[in-house]
């Protein structure tokens, strides 16, 4: 279990003030995650009428005025900042010399050491592969899974069926 990338991150960061190792590996994932979502919304097509379902109603959408428009963004804008603030700070942490940000809001120098010592080091590349092929494999199962049980609740003949359909609602 100890060849995974967030046991290695996790193991990394007992040291955190010598070591910019787990910071750069957790940017590397947050990196792979985004590719791999941006790819799935690709593949899958992501449009709005993905989601419709068969007695769905349409509704025309309503336009807001300039200032409930500028509102919304602002607060979407914030939302969204305060979200990503975590994932900023460890690409930062990630590019700091080890130790050398404290007291400043930005670092005062970056460096890609701790990229190399992360993606040079053979249990980081060895965890991240193993992470990747772990992650596939669970993404694999629960698909094959929730498909066959999709097509058992709507298509076959199991017993209270329509429960399960009201029970969401």
Known sequence: YRRVTSVQIFEALKDMESSQRPYALVTVMLAISLMLYAASRLAVGGGSHAMLGKATVSR????????????????????????????????????????????????????????????GHPLAVSSVRNSLLLSTCATLVATVVGVAAARLVVRGQVRGRGEIGRAHV
């Open 60 to 119: 025309q959408p309503r336009s807001l005025g300039a200032w409930a428009t500028v509102a919304c963004w602002l607060l979407l804008g914030g939302v969204a900042l305060v979200a990503a603030l975590p994932h900023m700070a460890t690409v930062c942490v990630s590019l700091a010399p080890p130790g050398q940000w404290y007291g400043t809001v930005l670092p005062g120098t970056l460096t890609l050491e701790g990229w190399r010592g992360a993606l």
